[in-house]
Structures are given as structure tokens and as C-alpha cells.
């Protein structure tokens, strides 16, 4: 059963551009949401993540945009760089459940120079 | 200090043979965390370990899977009887074990290919 749903599974932008990796997701009680960068060879890493209270957090050039009645949040990359090429996992988790992070599939991210 | 660590980084077998994965949590961190990634698959989750608790092992996919934490600290994913579809690559995190919003560290992973 994926409770959380991510898209596109693949991403090609030019450097520049505004690179959107889109989430949805199902269980109404998550209530927190990461987003894990990955690149290749290498385990994921904590890029952002955002509470269900507030409806935008930016970091930098990442921005997660959070909808809690649609039930989707996303994560936006502007000015993407090619450094920014690796794969990109949304998650979300239960409160007080340490061991329940649901992971979506991943977004492999390309950008091109 | 370090970050998770895991060995081997690769390893290649044949079916049939049993395998263990080690991993190395951050110290000082009571949880840890086994998943596994398969080839364009998002995480999934396989074990948890929190402290002296008992182990939710309610991600391994069969009993060919099990999982030990020594000490609270060090652990060992074990396959038995390894098949070809095991391939995948393994992943071990670890956090501070204090709620649902600590960041999970995860280590490089071990690449598992089973011919």
C-alpha cells in the first residue's frame, strides 16, 4: 500500500529553470514532511522538510509548498544547477512514530548545462 | 563524529548462499533503521530498532530476513537462502530516537547483487 505518491519519477531541466517534484498524499494523520536528496552512491540526506501548520518553507533555492486540503505538498528548486542532479524522495510520518516514514518512489532529477 | 557507516559497500554472492550486512549508527543514537532500494524504487522499510524495545520487524518481506542490534548499538542484517530478486541495495539510518520529526541519517548503503 503507497501512502505516499510521488511524481514525475523522472525530471529533465535546464540550468536556470525551476525544477517541481510533486507528492500526494493519503493518511491524514502524517504530520510531518521530508524531503531526502540522494546522489548517486550515496545514502539520502535531509534537504528540507515542512509541518502541516504552515503552508510554505523556503530554504535557499528549496521551497516546499504544503496543501493541506488537497493533501499534496512539492518541492520547487529554483535557479536549478547541475549539482542539483540526484534523486529526490518526498516522505511523510506519523506523529509520535518514529518508525513510520512512508517514502515515496522518487524523482530522478537531471539538469542540464 | 562519523556519520552511519555500512560494509561491505558491495557485495556480490550466489543463490542460496546467507549474507550479513553490518551497519554503524551515529553514536549516541537509540534508533536505527533498515531499508531497502531497489532499482528506481522509493525506501522500503524493513526493521526498526528503538533503544531496549523490541524490534518492529513488521517490513521484512520474509524469514529469510532477520536483524539484530548488539549493545545498542551495532547491527546485523542477515539473509538466508539468498535469491535473485534480494538484489538491491540496502540502506541503515539512525536518529536520536526522540519523536517522529528527527532527521534520519543514513549510511551509503550496501549493494547486494545475487547471481
Known amino acids: 500500500q503507497q501512502q505516499v505518491k510521488q511524481s514525475p519519477q523522472s525530471l529533465i531541466v535546464q540550468k536556470g529553470g525551476i525544477s517541481i517534484i510533486n507528492c500526494a498524499y493519503e493518511n491524514t494523520a502524517f504530520d510531518y514532511f521530508p524531503w531526502y536528496q540522494q546522489f548517486p552512491g550515496k545514502g539520502p540526506a535531509l534537504l528540507i522538510a515542512?509541518?502541516?501548520?504552515?503552508s510554505e518553507k523556503k530554504e535557499g533555492r528549496f521551497t516546499i509548498s504544503f496543501n493541506k486540503s488537497a493533501k499534496q505538498f512539492s518541492l520547487h528548486i529554483m535557479d536549478s544547477q547541475p549539482g542539483d542532479s540526484a534523486t529526490y524522495f518526498c516522505?511523510?510520518?506519523?506523529?509520535?512514530?518514529?518508525?513510520?516514514?512512508?517514502f515515496g518512489a522518487g524523482t530522478r532529477l537531471t539538469v542540464k548545462p | 563524529g562519523a556519520g552511519v557507516s555500512q560494509s561491505p559497500s558491495n557485495k556480490v554472492t550466489e543463490k542460496g548462499k546467507d549474507v550479513e550486512l553490518r551497519c554503524d549508527p551515529i553514536?549516541?543514537?537509540?534508533?536505527l533503521y533498515w531499508y531497502r532500494q531497489s532499482l528506481g524504487q522509493g525506501l522500503e522499510f524493513l526493521i526498526y530498532?528503538?533503544?531496549?524495545?523490541?524490534?518492529?520487524k513488521s517490513g521484512l518481506p520474509s524469514d529469510r530476513f532477520s536483524a539484530e542490534r548488539t549493545g545498542g548499538s551495532v547491527s546485523t542484517l542477515t539473509i538466508q537462502r539468498t535469491q535473485q530478486e534480494d538484489s538491491a541495495v540496502y540502506l541503515c539510518a539512525s536518529s536520536s530516537g526522540r519523536g517522529n520529526r528527527d532527521t534520519q541519517y543514513f549510511g551509503p548503503g550496501t549493494r547486494l547483487t545475487v547471481l
Open positions: 515542512i509541518r502541516p501548520d504552515v
Open positions: 553514536s549516541g543514537h537509540t534508533a
Open positions: 530498532f528503538q533503544g531496549n524495545s523490541a524490534p518492529d
Open positions: 516522505a511523510a510520518s506519523m506523529p509520535r512514530n518514529n518508525n513510520d516514514m512512508r
